[in-house]
């Protein structure tokens, strides 16, 4: 088992940034390949950005546009999402996740994921 607990979430302006962070207990998570999504009032859960087991491999939705850096220290379990030029349709609730699964450096799919923290709120005020 893998639990995942997310904070840095908020409210802020549109332009500004926020740090999302993503705590994992449990398993090794070094393990395991993560992701960011987020899910919008109404609207399907969608991939965000993922990085691999070792942290050096990543990938972006393309809404991200360069604005959000996934990172990750395993020494620390943590992962990173830093978003900066946030906009008002950023505003969802971000969900961290974890892979187990073997195959492919990084995985975009909801269903692929084994683990998911508590979400965290994004609000981007315009």
């Known amino acids: 088992q893998v639990q995942l607990v997310e904070s840095g979430g908020g409210l802020v302006q549109a332009g500004g940034s926020l740090r999302l962070s993503c705590v994992a207990s449990g398993r090794t998570f070094r393990s395991y390949g993560a992701g960011w999504f987020r899910q919008a009032p109404g609207k399907e859960r969608e991939f965000v950005a993922a990085?691999?087991?070792?942290?050096?491999?990543?990938h972006y939705a393309d809404f991200v546009e360069g604005r959000f850096t996934i990172s990750r220290d395993n020494a620390k379990n943590t992962v990173w999402l830093q978003m900066n030029s946030l906009k008002p349709e950023d505003t969802a609730v971000y969900y961290c996740a974890a892979v187990g699964r073997s195959g492919s450096s990084y995985y975009i799919r909801a269903y692929e994921y084994d683990y998911w923290g508590q979400g965290t709120q994004v609000t981007v005020s315009s």
């Open positions: 990085i691999d087991r070792s942290g050096g491999i990543t």
